[in-house]
């Protein structure tokens, strides 16, 4: 058995709605707890919404030019 079936093997029964929550909950308390300066403030979702748009914004970036 290779790696690559490993992995398939690993996320095979894990359906991708059920992940994207679980990632997106992440992501949230991430960037809310462990970036100090995004949460202070009046509008600290508004930092967390940029911090998230930002990085879809490099990942599209880094699969187009990669």
Same mark, same amino acid.
């Given at each position: ?8 093997? /690993? @996320? $095979? ?5 059920? =992940?994207? %929550?679980?990632? $997106? /909950? *992440? +992501?949230? =308390?991430?960037? !809310? !707890?462990? @970036? %100090? !300066? /995004? ?9 967390? @919404?940029? +911090? /998230? @748009? $930002?990085? =879809?914004? *490099? ?5 187009? *030019?990669?």
């Amino acid at each position: 058995m290779t790696a690559s079936s490993n992995y398939q093997l /690993a @996320i $095979g029964n894990c359906q991708l709605n059920e =992940v994207l %929550p679980a990632a $997106g /909950a *992440m +992501f949230y =308390v991430v960037v !809310e !707890e462990l @970036i %100090p !300066e /995004a949460s202070s403030g009046q509008h600290s979702n508004l930092s967390t @919404i940029g +911090f /998230a @748009i $930002g990085f =879809v914004l *490099m990942m599209v970036l880094d699969v187009v *030019m990669g």
